[in-house]
């Protein structure tokens, strides 16, 4: 199918009828937002899944919010939240911020540094094992010298020094979670009913069917133009589409190229479209899922991973899955970055170096077309979770292509929950995966080896190399941009030489919405980042959107 985004709304910024939604002007209804996967946690330091993480920012607080432009050098942009105001150490290694004393949690206990500094300890603490716990490693220790007051002490100056403070960090009660044993809080009451501080009150959560939250009427920065938000949750893709094309939902980002005609002729339904951080890839698993002491007995070999990347022509894969909706992706990053650099080398697409690099490892064509080496076949499993049609269309597309250079490869295709564990536990030979990126580059944790040997690190497939560690390193600490983009460029040149991943794709970020709602700015990062702002007309309200809560005089 050859098209073009013609007849789809281009929103990037305000428009003027949203403008409503800033003065306030406008409260009440109710958003439902259809979704293929239930969440994963809603205690932020365990969060990994996107649909986790959307409940989470709006339940939670950070100490300040990263503005529309995303800069992530020093604090330009930043918005008060808990805290109200900041200052920094004449040497930089301390900022000093003072929260708001009107913030209360959702329990009525006010919010105060002491919370501050057991996230902190929270999120550092190896047992509860936070996948972005190798984000924090530049914050020494935060204190709180009384209860409006919290410091964090880094251990060395750096760009990113307030962005690291606050971004990662949702503030969770610790008079609530501060008695919880640290290994065990996916059991505690609160992991199923959370308390935060945010705009949205969690209400209930029905596992694997509906999530709501509601407006807090009375919260300490401003009421929410929505009243409430539900997350119905459905086993499938298609079903959930479904739901958004029979009205019973009333937003759905994981649009698809064939969705779009349907999506179009009918008036009740918009699509948006805005800029977004997000790749998919194919990685390789470098450790031996049976005994992970031991590398993969494929993937732990750099040549086999080299012929396998070259052996798949993206190209054709991103046209055939996303048509004109996505581009091929350059590497583990995006274009969406400020300073991004689409020259970056890659393993190009040559079967005849494919099989000509197998040959030469002596891997050779049975008479089933497959290889065997030493009485073993060239055969490995992909997995990918059934929330994403595209992935499993792509395992498809990715398993034909592979057989023509006589690879054997059997899909696995598993719930969002089975697919996460399998990762979490390393236990998966090649993984179809995606990653929606932070605004800073989070590459760390999840190619870096702090990713790969932390506690509930998220670099799944195990890559580790010193050189590629040292240039994100330097990159991410240098004050001169000029010398962080020459390392990160040189970082992506190593790891990219290395092959552990074929990075495939980049899609064009892309939401459909009930015609009622009126959205603000979709933030590139996260397209629910000003949800509470959001309105609803009031003439075109359904029954679901009236649920008697009483507006903020």
């Known amino acids: 199918m050859k098209r073009s985004a013609a007849g789809v709304v281009l929103l990037c910024t305000l428009s003027a009828c949203d403008r409503r939604a800033e003065s306030g002007a406008v409260t009440g209804g109710t958003i439902v937002v259809a979704v293929a996967a239930d969440v994963d946690a809603l205690i932020p330091p365990l969060v990994t899944s996107t649909q986790g993480r959307q409940v989470t920012d709006l339940i939670f607080d950070r100490l300040a919010d990263i503005g529309d432009s995303l800069n992530t050098t020093g604090d330009y942009g930043f918005r ?21 004393p009107l913030a209360r949690w959702h329990d009525g206990r006010a919010v105060t540094a002491r919370d501050v500094r057991f996230t902190h300890q929270l999120f550092q603490d190896p047992e509860v094992a936070a996948p972005l716990a190798a984000l924090l490693a530049n914050i020494d220790s935060v204190s709180a010298p009384d ?12 760009p990113q ?7 990662n960090l949702l503030i969770v009660p610790e008079h609530l979670l501060g008695g919880a044993p640290r ?7 609160f992991a199923r009913s959370p308390v935060g501080s945010g705009r949205f009150r969690f209400a209930r959560w029905q596992p694997a069917v509906s999530l709501e939250v509601v407006a807090d009427t009375n919260n300490y920065a401003g009421r929410p133009n929505i009243d409430r938000v539900i997350w119905t949750v459905s086993p499938d893709f298609t079903t959930a589409s479904t739901k958004l094309l029979a009205g019973e939902a009333d937003a759905f980002e994981a649009v698809r190229p064939e969705m779009i005609p349907e999506i179009q002729k009918n008036p009740a339904l918009r699509l948006v479209t805005y800029p977004g951080l997000e790749y998919g890839f194919l990685q390789f698993n470098l450790r031996d899922p049976r005994r992970p002491s031991l590398p993969h007995p494929l ?6 991973r080299v012929a396998i990347s070259a052996a798949l022509d993206r190209a054709a894969l991103v046209r055939n899955v996303f048509d004109t909706l996505a581009t091929v992706a350059i590497g583990p990053t995006v274009r969406g970055y400020v300073g991004a650099d689409p020259t970056l080398p890659r393993i190009g697409y040559d079967s005849a170096l494919a099989n000509a690099v197998l040959d030469s490892l002596g891997w050779r064509r049975g008479r089933d077309g497959v290889r065997t080496r030493g009485g073993r076949q060239l055969a490995f499993s992909i997995v990918t979770p059934t929330s994403s049609r595209n992935r499993g269309r792509m395992a498809v597309l990715i398993q034909e292509q592979l057989r023509g250079i006589g690879v054997a490869v059997e899909i696995e295709s598993l719930d969002n929950a089975a697919f996460l564990t399998k990762m979490r536990d390393r236990s998966f030979d090649a993984a179809l995966g995606g990653w929606r990126l932070d605004p800073a580059p989070g590459i760390r944790q999840t ?3 702090a990713g790969s040997r932390a506690p509930g690190g998220t670099n799944f497939g195990s890559y580790e190399s010193p050189e590629f560690d040292l ?9 001169d941009p000029v010398e962080a983009h020459a390392h990160m460029r040189r970082a992506y040149e190593v790891i990219i030489r290395d092959a552990p991943a074929v990075w495939l794709y980049e899609p064009l970020s892309m939401l ?10 979709l933030r590139r990062d996260a397209w629910w980042a000003h949800l509470a702002d959001w309105t609803i007309d009031p003439d075109a309200r359904l029954p679901r959107d009236n649920i008697g809560l009483t507006p903020t005089p």
């Open 161 to 167: 020094q307030f962005f690291d403070a606050v971004y």
């Open 147 to 158: 209860s409006l007051t919290a410091i964090f002490w880094f251990r060395g100056r750096s």
């Open 447 to 449: 190619w870096g080896t």
């Open 299 to 304: 993937f732990g070999d750099r040549p086999t």
């Open 183 to 189: 290994s065990q809080l996916r059991g505690t009451a």
């Open 471 to 479: 240039h994100v390193d330097s990159a991410l600490s240098t004050m």
């Open 512 to 521: 459909a919405l009930h015609s009622r709602i009126r959205p603000g700015v």
């Open 80 to 100: 008060p939240r808990l805290a109200e105001r900041w200052t920094w150490s004449p040497d930089s290694l301390q900022i000093t911020f003072t929260l708001n």
